[in-house]
């Protein structure tokens, strides 16, 4: 009996053991999870991207590609995640890249000077993952593709190995342009395995996007035209959906079914943009009838693909997620984007208690840092990312006392912000002691445009200001010092005048090739009013100091810089022309330089005074993020907003905040080192293989790649010791931006009116003085008015 | 009688809250925004608003265009509609077609229209050389005070037929015995048109300087296809200063500047209203 008892008794405790462990695979089946985020956060190129997605077999396959690249598989049934190094595979590839001097190919009997093994594709099939490697010879006068070599990729211990042996041989005759005597494959995009076919798209001849189908028993290939094609998904019955775009006055997308076999095709659903942006992550269900898409930052469910039923069912992890989202069985949706995977449920049950809509109007790296961070740091809220809405319309919703959305980011000196600010319409975000410590620790000048009546009502999100920056590399060369560099536009325009016999016999020119008269003109003139507009804002622009620099402009001599007329431009791909017009040379200035610090960037801003006695004030353009005064949710738009202040970009940071000097690298240095050192590595074995002709050569490239290693350390910086030097210089001159007439006058308010007499400025029929003076009295009119 | 009236109150009743949501709930609310200061406390201000927007010199400058270009639009309008609808009203048997082509130009798109206009009135257009050809100097019409008149007769142009049909339904509706009499009678045209015909087009004379009027003071789309939001000063009309106020997204001085605008037209119209009773008796 009490055998029995405790028999029972465990059969009961095994049984809610069991009951309870199904119930957390339930609950973790539906949950929105993170499979993989690769952030660019202060890593410059080195971090990767995602190139594709395929779900086979139960599991999900990740691509990633850049300084390393690396397969990720998960299993679906278990959650288990592997990685798997690709980057000995990349090694192999490299390896069968070089060809020996001297060999010749057995198609042309031409002497190859190179061969290249191309990765075109991986994807998953048979239970495994395979990649379609191509290979390109080269000579002096032709090339040749031996494409279409399916490869297995073996997966073992944490790395990918390509097979030695093609498994298969996919038909690549159709895959290839020709131009002459020079033979390449034609680039394939969206490579997706499904049962025996391998689908993927190609730009043909005209330029149409193809679908292309591999028989993966045959290797035979088929082509198909789908006008406007855009995208392609393969279903789980075979048949193909597609999405073309339609550009035009109503642009819209179209969700499609192929079928390949009977070659029909069935519209399923228009999206018209105007009703809300365009529509990524699309999926279909099983059954045909239920159509999910995100759209504004929010995933929608359509029962029946009947639009006017769609429903928010979970806020999107990415606003920029591809076309289509693979649908699991357990209703997940796979999104992703370059920068990650998702699975995000589309049980409208699960959904968060609290939804945090953020509208950003203008973009900046640190507002999606901040999102993905957030979103890890707060599952508890959801936040919806709207990028599609119309800043004219904003004070209307303020108003209306709208509170749609929680948190607005937007440049500070838009008219939208001027409006708001200028009304009131920013909640008072100084009662956040956490939000008050972060801005207590940013320049203080550049804090000042964070408050209204002595109240704190945005945050910082992004800093940038153009300008003309010089070339410090080409600065060193010639010679140059920072002491002989101008400080006023006066000398600035000096300046340009000694260059031409500074730079008589060398390698260098003045400014960037592409940097034609006009436009080297109008960056100048608009350079120079702007900055007026910033120092002497109640002035009227016609006065002997801006007099006398816009006639400065039209007196450069740009023949004696080498500076080329657009038409020179347009004869720029003629036999020689480019060597003949100085393509060759290295240029000095260029006229978008970022004078915030700039990540990457190793020019020098030039930060020039108006006039001998005037201080050097540039304006600084601040994109802030602010908190609507009727968001229902204020408390959590601040903690938004602490996250955004926590995750500022790396130049956006050291530019905000003084105590900032620790020179910073990229998070990927030392595996960049290591690729060098890589490169050398192959470098030092082909000069060993290399006849005598081809040795200097190498050697060379060998002296380079030694020079480049040597200094690495010193010069390979994401904010260089150097870059802060400079940036706490010139950080007292920046001024933040407000809106001003000037704005007013380039808007489409005056625009065209001032366009047409900037040109004639610009071209010489029109006197500096009388474009002064008809910007005075436009602006009188608008200052007259009022705001 | 009593229960018939009720009977008709559901059939007024939508009518009535319709005009009262589409027109005069707007029309208070308009009122109401004029009346604050449009911030996030959204104060109310009195008639603040009205006395900046009234000391605002653009505004003066908006409303003295205004009143000018319609002190010379709608009296010219006018006359000119009156005097073609008589002679057309004569002309018998092609009438009918000059009675139908006359509204042509209110039809025509005011961009197209401006396009030839800009060509025939630029410095080497066909009215400067027309000009010298008479033997006087050319003009830059197209720039300061001269652009009024491209304007003004770009606007006569577009609206005379207009008016001229209204005229011209007026005219045809009066009896031809009526004349037949008075000729017979001995009346003189002169007094047949102070004893006959203008009695009769009193009402509907006046209803045309009312829409001359209103569509003087309307003058904006020519002006701002040649000028923009900011053209010369000469042309800057009110219409330019509430575009322009709309583009600052200030809704406050636009209300202010569109009600003000809406008294001073409610009063001229009463003045005319008054006058017109006046002639009436005057002519009865």
Redesign the interface.
């Known amino acids: 009996m009490r055998k029995s008892i405790i028999r029972i008794l465990g059969c009961l405790l095994l049984a809610a053991v069991l009951a309870a462990g199904c119930a957390c695979a339930a609950g973790a089946e539906g949950e929105n999870e993170t499979l993989l985020l690769l952030t660019d956060e202060d890593s410059g190129w080195g971090s990767g991207s995602l190139q594709s997605v395929n779900v086979a077999d139960g599991k999900v396959y990740l691509f990633v590609s850049g300084l390393t690249e690396s397969v990720q598989v998960t299993d679906l049934a278990s959650g288990q995640t592997e990685s798997y190094d690709l980057t000995e595979m990349q090694e192999q590839l490299a390896e069968g890249t070089t060809q020996e001097a001297g060999e010749e190919t057995p198609e042309t009997g031409a002497e190859a000077l190179a061969g290249m093994n191309d990765l075109v594709c991986c994807f998953p099939w048979k239970g495994g993952i395979y990649a379609v490697v191509n290979h390109t010879e080269y000579s002096n006068t032709q090339s040749t593709v031996d494409g279409g070599h399916v490869r297995r990729i073996r997966l073992e211990d944490g790395k990918g190995i390509l097979g030695e042996e093609d498994e298969l041989r996919l038909d690549w005759t159709e895959m290839t342009e020709t131009a002459g005597s020079w033979t390449n494959s034609r680039y394939i995009s969206g490579s997706e395995a499904f049962g025996d076919r391998l689908y993927a798209t190609a730009y043909s001849d005209t330029g149409d996007q193809n679908l292309i189908i591999f028989d993966l028993t045959t290797g035979e290939m088929t082509e198909r035209m789908i006008p406007d094609l855009s995208d392609f998904t393969v279903t789980a019955d075979g048949t193909i959906l597609t999405l073309q775009y339609r550009w035009g006055e109503e642009s819209e997308q179209i969700l499609s079914r192929y079928d390949p076999e009977s070659e029909e095709t069935e519209e399923l659903v228009r999206f018209r943009m105007d009703d809300g942006g365009s529509v990524s992550a699309l999926a279909v269900s099983e059954d045909g009838n239920t159509l999910y898409f995100v759209r504004n930052g929010e995933i929608f469910e359509a029962p029946g693909r009947d639009l006017s039923q769609a429903r928010a069912v979970n806020a999107s992890p990415c606003s920029n997620a591809q076309s289509f989202a693979p649908l699991l069985p357990d209703g997940r949706m796979l999104i992703w984007s370059g920068e990650g995977a998702f699975l995000r449920s589309t049980d409208p049950s699960r959904r968060a208690n609290v939804t945090l809509r953020l509208r950003p109007y203008s973009w900046s790296r640190s507002l999606d840092n901040a999102s993905n961070a957030f979103a890890a740091e707060h599952p508890e809220i959801e936040l919806v990312r709207e990028d599609y809405g119309d800043e004219s319309t904003l004070l209307q919703a303020m108003m209306n006392q709208d509170g749609t959305v929680d948190v607005y980011v937007m440049a500070r000196n838009s008219s939208a912000f001027s409006a708001l600010y200028d009304r009131g319409f920013l909640a008072d975000l100084s009662g956040d002691a956490g939000l008050t410590d972060r801005i207590g620790k940013i320049y203080p000048h550049l804090a000042e445009c964070l408050y209204r009546d002595g109240k704190l009502v945005a945050v910082p999100a992004a800093v940038s200001g153009d300008g003309i920056g010089l070339s410090a590399e080409v600065l060193t060369k010639m010679g140059l010092t920072e002491a002989d560099l101008p400080r006023t536009w006066d000398q600035f325009f000096d300046f340009l005048g000694e260059l031409p016999s500074r730079m008589e016999g060398t390698n260098f020119r003045a400014f960037e090739l592409y940097t034609d008269r006009t436009e080297l003109k109008r960056d100048l003139l608009n350079g120079i009013l702007n900055q007026y507009a910033l120092c002497h804002p109640d002035e009227p622009f016609l006065s002997d100091t801006a007099l006398h620099l816009l006639e400065r402009i039209n007196q450069i001599d740009c023949d004696a810089l080498g500076i080329l007329t657009e038409e020179d431009m347009d004869r720029m791909n003629e036999d020689g022309a480019f060597e003949a017009m100085g393509g060759m040379k290295e240029a000095l200035m260029n006229t978008y330089t970022d004078y915030a610090l700039s990540e990457y960037s190793t020019n020098v801003p030039l930060i020039l005074a108006l006039g001998e006695d005037e201080e050097a004030a540039l304006p600084l353009t601040v994109t802030v993020a602010f908190v609507n005064p009727y968001s229902a949710h204020a408390a959590e738009a601040q903690l938004f907003l602490e996250t955004v202040m926590d995750h500022l970009n790396a130049s956006t940071r050291y530019a905000l905040r003084p105590d900032l000097n620790e020179p910073l690298r990229y998070p990927t240095h030392e595996e960049q080192k290591k690729n060098l050192e890589k490169w050398l590595n192959v470098a030092r074995k082909n000069v060993e293989k290399a006849d005598e002709e081809q040795k200097a050569s190498w050697e060379e490239i060998i002296t380079e790649f030694e020079k480049e290693l040597a200094e690495f350390d010193e010069k390979n910086w994401l904010i260089s010791p150097d870059a802060i030097a400079h940036y706490r210089q010139r950080a007292e001159h920046l001024r933040p931006a407000g809106w001003d007439y000037f704005s007013l006058l380039l808007s489409a308010e005056g625009g065209d009116q001032f366009m047409e007499r900037q040109t004639g400025f610009l071209e010489g029929s029109l006197p500096a003085r009388e474009l002064l003076s008809f910007m005075d009295k436009k602006i009188q009119m608008m200052r007259l008015e009022g705001n | 009688m009593y229960r018939k009236k009720r009977l008709a109150l559901p059939f007024v009743l939508p009518g009535l809250a319709g005009i009262l949501l589409f027109y005069g709930i707007p029309f208070l609310g308009g009122i109401w925004y004029s009346l604050t200061d449009?911030?996030?406390?959204?104060a109310f201000v009195g008639f603040r608003n009205y006395g900046n927007v009234w000391q605002?010199?653009?505004f003066q400058l908006g409303l003295r265009n205004t009143l000018e270009l319609s002190l010379i639009c709608a009296p010219a309008l006018f006359l000119l509609a009156f005097g073609f609808s008589v002679l057309l009203n004569r002309i018998r048997p092609a009438g009918a077609f000059f009675r139908s082509s006359v509204l042509l130009p209110y039809l025509m798109p005011s961009s197209a229209v401006l396009l030839i206009w800009l060509i025939w009135f630029d410095y080497g257009g066909a009215v400067n050389r027309l000009i010298t050809l008479l033997g006087g100097n050319r003009v830059f019409w197209l720039q300061g005070a001269e652009l009024r008149l491209p304007v003004v007769l770009l606007f006569l142009w577009k609206n005379l037929g207009f008016c001229v049909v209204i005229f011209l339904a007026a005219l045809q509706a009066i009896p031809e015995s009526l004349y037949e009499y008075a000729t017979l009678e001995g009346a003189s045209f002169g007094r047949q048109a102070f004893s006959i015909t203008l009695p009769l087009i009193v009402p509907t004379a006046f209803l045309v300087f009312i829409l001359c009027v209103v569509n003087a003071f309307r003058i904006f789309k020519e002006v701002y296809f040649i000028g923009?939001?900011?053209p010369e000063?000469p042309l800057?009309t009110l219409q330019n200063?509430m575009n322009?106020?709309f583009?600052?997204?200030?809704?406050q001085?636009v209300t202010t500047a569109a009600y003000s605008f809406a008294a001073i037209v409610f009063a001229i119209f009463g003045l005319l209203f008054w006058l017109q009773g006046r002639a009436q008796r005057g002519l009865s």
């Open positions: 449009g911030s996030f406390e959204n605002n010199p653009m923009g939001a900011y000063e800057y200063y322009n106020m583009g600052k997204l200030n809704y001085n």
